[in-house]
């Protein structure tokens, strides 16, 4: 079992300006799972998946593969990601997810 507490939660930064993440999991297969916050105007390289990945906004709003998505709202695609406000995402991926620019 693996228990990700909100309270305890570890932010990082990413190398991308105003994205930080908190990862859930990561094996070496590159599958991870995570929560990223993203600042209003963020934005997060168009990128690739050798496998599935899946996005859930939890708040604020975001642009992603030209679709605008709110809370509640998935997505299942290859993608860019743009924050509209401040955001928090849930992003799952099954392997590792090289940028495309």
Known sequence: MLVNKSADREWAATPHAGIERALFRNNEQ?????????GRGARFPRHAHHGSEEVVVLAGSVRIAGVELAPGDYLFTEHDVLALSDAVIFVSSQKATPLLE
């Open 30 to 38: 590159g599958r991870r799972s995570s929560v990223v916050r993203l």
